[in-house]
């Protein structure tokens, strides 16, 4: 019976915090007491209060929750940080950004997709420079690391030079297509006609004879040469010696994260020294 009096002066005190200001109903005459009741009612709402208190869920602070989560899992983040930042500093770099390459900010976009290292040779046949760097080029490239890729973009900066993109461009999609039998010796073939031959390259006729010679037909040229697909190689060769800021060739870009050449490396075996070494840098990562 005690027990039940205990319980109902709990619910009565809970009654009353819940309902705020709201008053007793009217037809419930209010006790009157004696003194012999003043102690149990005194200890009675002290009684309840405190075991409405214990009734009371405890909270958490999601905020605090969180921060303890982070305070956490912060150490962990920052040893692997610190991990690849300690096994670069270990490491002796030859070449130095800001001297010997410039870092492209922000990174921009490659060729290929993120699965290799792009190496992007940006090129023109009629330059002296390209000329000879290609034997160089040709020789580093059949060594190339597993975890890396040559792709070469085409300069478009004038009418001529564009035109000799468009020509690179059709002797790459025929060769995809199986209808440019030996890619390489095209490629030598071409740069032999401007450097040695004199043949600038400058009409369509004329680029369509080199063709010819390496026995591509009139319609597999032409069906190529005004192709929806070679024309979307120009507009990204152009967009992206855009990003890479190219004023000159040959150059070279890592990844879409770095750019050098010959003059700033200190020639070209030590710029394909330089190109090794960021294709290590960005395998760290």
Same mark, same amino acid.
């Given at each position: 019976?005690?027990?039940?009096?205990?319980?109902?002066?709990?619910?009565?005190?809970?009654?009353?915090?819940?309902?705020?200001?709201?008053?007793?109903?009217?037809?419930?005459?209010?006790?009157?007491?004696?003194?012999?009741?003043?102690?149990?009612?005194?200890?009675?709402?002290?009684?309840?209060?405190?075991?409405?208190?214990?009734?009371?869920?405890?909270?958490?602070?999601?905020?605090?929750? *969180?921060? @303890? =989560?982070?305070?956490?899992?912060?150490?962990?983040?920052?040893?692997?940080?610190?991990?690849?930042?300690?096994?670069?500093?270990?490491?002796?770099?030859?070449?130095?950004?800001? #001297?010997?390459? #410039?870092?492209?900010?922000?990174?921009?976009? *490659?060729?290929?997709?993120? %699965?290799?290292? &792009?190496?992007?040779?940006?090129?023109?046949?009629?330059?002296?420079?390209?000329? %000879?760097?290609?034997?160089? /080029?040709?020789?580093?490239? %059949?060594?190339?690391?597993?975890?890396?890729?040559?792709?070469?973009?085409?300069?478009?900066?004038? !009418?001529?030079?564009?035109?000799?993109?468009?020509?690179?461009?059709? &002797? @790459?999609?025929? #060769?995809?297509?199986?209808?440019?039998?030996? !890619?390489?010796?095209?490629?030598?073939?071409?740069?032999?006609?401007?450097?040695?031959?004199?043949?600038?390259?400058?009409? /369509?006729?004329? /680029?369509?004879?080199?063709? @010819? #010679?390496?026995?591509?037909?009139?319609?597999?040229?032409?069906?190529?040469?005004?192709?929806? &697909?070679?024309?979307?190689?120009?507009?990204?060769?152009?967009?992206?010696?855009?990003?890479?800021?190219?004023?000159?060739?040959?150059?070279?870009? =890592?990844?879409?994260?770095?750019?050098?050449?010959?003059?700033?490396?200190?020639?070209?075996?030590?710029?394909?020294?330089?190109?090794?070494?960021? /294709?290590?840098?960005?395998?760290?990562?």
């Amino acid at each position: 019976m005690k027990r039940i009096n205990f319980l109902a002066l709990i619910f009565s005190f809970v009654l009353v915090a819940c309902g705020g200001s709201e008053s007793p109903s009217s037809g419930t005459a209010a006790p009157t007491a004696g003194h012999g009741d003043a102690a149990a009612t005194t200890e009675a709402p002290a009684a309840a209060e405190q075991a409405a208190e214990e009734l009371q869920p405890q909270m958490v602070e999601e905020s605090a929750a *969180t921060e @303890e =989560v982070v305070a956490e899992d912060q150490p962990i983040v920052l040893a692997q940080a610190d991990a690849s930042e300690m096994a670069a500093a270990k490491r002796e770099w030859k070449f130095t950004e800001g #001297t010997h390459y #410039t870092r492209l900010v922000p990174t921009q976009p *490659t060729i290929g997709g993120a %699965d290799k290292v &792009e190496v992007a040779e940006i090129f023109w046949y009629g330059c002296n420079h390209c000329y %000879d760097f290609e034997a160089f /080029i040709n020789g580093w490239k %059949d060594s190339i690391p597993a975890n890396a890729r040559l792709v070469r973009i085409p300069a478009t900066w004038n !009418p001529l030079v564009k035109l000799h993109a468009q020509l690179y461009y059709t &002797e @790459e999609v025929l #060769t995809n297509n199986g209808k440019l039998a030996n !890619p390489e010796q095209f490629r030598s073939a071409v740069f032999a006609e401007y450097h040695r031959r004199g043949n600038r390259m400058a009409s /369509i006729d004329s /680029i369509q004879k080199i063709f @010819e #010679t390496h026995g591509v037909s009139a319609d597999d040229f032409n069906n190529t040469w005004n192709s929806f &697909e070679v024309s979307q190689k120009l507009r990204i060769a152009d967009d992206l010696q855009r990003r890479y800021s190219i004023t000159g060739v040959p150059a070279v870009v =890592v990844n879409g994260k770095y750019r050098s050449g010959a003059a700033e490396a200190g020639g070209y075996p030590r710029l394909l020294e330089l190109v090794d070494e960021l /294709i290590a840098k960005e395998s760290m990562r």
